[in-house]
């Protein structure tokens, strides 16, 4: 069964290895293939929007799954899951269900499993944030 992706004007896709831009207007595709990894553009991590620790995993994970041979990436891949744990063990949940989904060959899974740990360290920025504005009200007070 295809898969159908409407794009719309000047989005950009990943199928395979290939970037596709769409023109100026709508455009619908039927994909046909097995184990062809495809990513809509707002699934789409870049080096430069790789601004966080959980970030930076999920590009790894992303070009993973984009990789005709994901192993290439796994040494970064662990490298920045250890920094991670060591900062932060309560994300160990999470890293597990990415891991298992890798280990498994699920890559787009743990693609989706990585957003969960962007938002559990946006989260934890946002705690953190607040938490220090309170001290701040608090010695001014």
Known sequence: MALKVELKPHERIIVGSCVITNTDQRARLLIDGENVPILREKDIMTPETADTAAKLVYLAVQLMYISPDPQ????????????????????????????????????????????????????????????QKLRDVDTAA
């Open 72 to 131: 290439n990436n796994h040494g970064t891949y662990f490298n920045l899951v250890r920094e991670i744990v060591t900062a932060v063990p309560s994300a160990w949940p999470i890293i597990e269900e990415i891991n298992n989904n890798i280990l498994s060959g699920d890559l787009y899974r743990a693609l989706k499993e990585a957003r969960k740990l962007i938002a559990y360290e946006k989260q934890l920025r946002d705690l953190h944030e607040a938490s």
